[in-house]
């Protein structure tokens, strides 16, 4: 059998198989935590301190009130005696305590939202309380509330189980699974027979890659040794601007603005764990986006193979980044940070890198033979990506969710920045998030394809406009 037909229907049954274990047992979409609205009106103008109290039915640790499953609200006229809450979706019971400040409160728009839409419930729910203490209901009708407060200890509670709103949210989940499922699948295929279609020419890249891989280590050596020949220091300053980088970094934000760090590891390992990833793509992409500028003697050479060109720029910068991850890995350990298997996966997240970088490169060292001004775009999209990319932040922090949400993990960079932290800090496998890791490999894949067919289409034309 031909070797490219035998190829061909290995992959094929090798994607079918993803694509019955993404269908099947992937679950890109994960339930969020619902909100519970309510407004406030009472008659003495003064602010309010409210308590809104739950039990969450999925959690056996807590199955009374207290102070672990507890928000504190202050309702004033600055935000309109009204308040926003969030609570798990599959919260039991809710408990609104209210202040004791006053004789007469009324509770009005209560309704639980999910991702920005209100749920339908009964038009009756909430007057049909479980318990009212130190309180009692002068008026009850649909979607208002009023209570008159007789005790020091006021508070309305909801038995919510029996509205269904877990179902409601696990329903509304399965369907954005299976869409999600789908789309990804029919990518999947898509790639596949444009691989197919396009197999002569994208395949070569790789094949000369691992032919010239002899070339590609010597050269990059001597790249590496020529971009600081001359200067006293010679390559020391390739690791110099890197250190005092990340010192910079953490001095404004943990001395200047009181950064605290994640957990048990302090800010400053916390911050080197993003920032070497990102050193590493930058220095490998300007470098690559550069290549056929700097070599463009090698250009115009008949015989030379110009596509390693931007190979070698990336595995030339990879020897700082080798530097940076074994200086990561010592500190860790002399600061007591304890060691784990995990650490292994930066090898994995590194290759990524590596992998995202290169078909970046392509496109870009293509284009920048014609556009010479991509490289000061590439520049400044490289600042601007320094803080859209959680690296100085921490994203599970913030709790952003909707349009903004989908446009930060879209980014790549942030699985990779994820994926470094991931390793060292949160001691989280790469298969533990198999919706970001197809997403990112499916990216790569494109840009990969992508870059090898643009860079293809135009190298005939290199030795002309260099």
């Not at 935000?79 to 509770?107: Q, W």
Request: glycine fraction near 6%; charged fraction near 15%.
């Amino acid at each position: 059998m031909n070797k490219k037909i035998l190829l061909i229907l290995i992959l094929c049954i090798l994607l079918s198989g993803v694509s019955f274990i993404v269908y099947r047992y992937i679950n890109p979409v994960s339930g969020k935590s619902i909100e519970l609205s309510f407004s406030v009106t009472e008659d003495s103008g003064e602010p309010l301190s409210f308590q809104v109290f739950y039990i969450d039915g999925s959690d056996t640790q807590y199955t009374n009130y207290n102070e672990e499953q507890k928000a504190d609200i202050i309702l004033s006229k600055d935000n309109g005696y009204s308040a926003l809450v969030e609570l798990p979706y599959s919260v039991s019971d809710i408990r609104i305590d209210e202040d004791n400040k006053v004789n007469n409160v009324i509770l009005k728009d209560m309704s639980i939202i999910y991702d920005g839409s209100e749920i339908g419930l009964a038009s009756n729910v909430w007057n049909s309380y479980e318990e009212v203490n130190d309180a009692a209901g002068e008026d009850e009708s649909e979607g208002y509330i009023k209570l008159n407060i007789t005790g020091e200890d006021p508070y309305v509670i909801w038995k919510v189980s029996s509205w269904n709103i877990d179902e409601y949210v696990l329903n509304k989940v399965q369907k954005e699974n299976r869409i999600i499922k789908i789309v990804i699948i029919v990518l999947l295929w898509i790639m596949f027979i444009v691989f197919v279609k396009h197999f002569d020419s994208l395949i070569q890249f790789p094949v000369e890659i691992l032919y010239n891989r002899t070339l590609i280590f010597r050269l990059s050596i001597n790249d590496f040794k020529t971009r600081f020949a001359g200067s006293y220091l010679g390559i020391i300053w390739a690791f110099v601007q890197p250190v005092v980088t990340i010192v910079l970094y953490w001095f404004v934000f943990e001395k200047a603005f009181h950064a605290s760090g994640v957990g048990e590891v302090p800010f400053a390992l916390w911050l080197t764990a993003g920032l070497v990833p990102w050193f590493f793509f930058s220095e490998a992409l300007m470098g690559g986006t550069s290549a056929l500028l700097e070599y463009q003697y090698l250009v115009k050479k008949v015989v030379f193979q110009i596509d390693i060109l931007p190979v070698v720029k990336i595995v030339s910068a990879l020897y700082v980044h080798i530097f940076f991850i074994v200086l990561t890995i010592l500190i860790f350990i002399l600061t007591g940070m304890p060691i784990s298997l995990c650490w292994l996966q930066i090898l994995y997240y590194s290759f990524c890198t590596f992998a995202f970088t290169l078909g970046l490169a392509y496109i870009t060292s293509a284009i920048t033979a014609f556009f010479r001004d991509l490289t000061q775009i590439i520049n400044v999209l490289l600042t601007v990506g320094t803080w859209l990319t959680p690296i100085m932040w921490n994203y599970d922090s913030t709790g952003l969710s909707g349009i903004i949400n989908v446009v930060l993990m879209a980014n790549p960079m942030f699985y990779i920045v994820q994926g470094y932290r991931d390793s060292l800090v949160n001691h989280i496998w790469f298969w533990q998030r198999p919706a970001l890791t197809l997403y990112f490999w499916t990216v790569t894949i494109t840009i990969f394809c992508l870059g090898t067919v643009i860079f293809r289409r135009l190298k005939v034309h290199f030795a002309d406009v260099l």
